[in-house]
């Protein structure tokens, strides 16, 4: 509650990431690396824009961190790896932090 007795009210602000600074982290192994990005942090509310030119929808979700590197459980039963659009077939196509605020 704020000085006046009503709850305060929060604001929701849509931040963007830049998904072009996804990038892939070398394993211990060699055979490839995990997802990575800097501005994503992990159990906090994303909102993605996934699919193609032809096919597209609006998803709600959290990463996680996986073997394979960050995953977004907002897409199907297991989530979807974070790819770097234009790799493996990437469906990302944009990507926003869900911030809450107190007005």
């Avoid at 906090?44 to 590197?69: C, I, M, P, T």
Wanted: with cysteine.
């Amino acid at each position: 509650m704020n000085k006046t007795g009503k709850k305060a009210e929060k604001k929701v602000r849509l931040v963007e990431i830049d998904l072009s600074r996804t990038c892939e982290m070398p394993d211990s192994d060699g055979d490839g690396g995990e997802s990575w990005h800097p501005d994503i942090k992990l159990n906090r509310d994303y909102l993605a824009l996934l699919g193609s030119k032809d096919s597209q929808g609006f998803f709600a979700g959290q990463f996680s961190k996986e073997w394979f590197g960050l995953d977004f459980d907002g897409w199907g039963d297991c989530g979807l790896q974070l790819d770097k659009p234009g790799t493996n077939g990437s469906l990302w196509m944009r990507l926003w932090l869900i911030d809450l605020r107190k007005a």
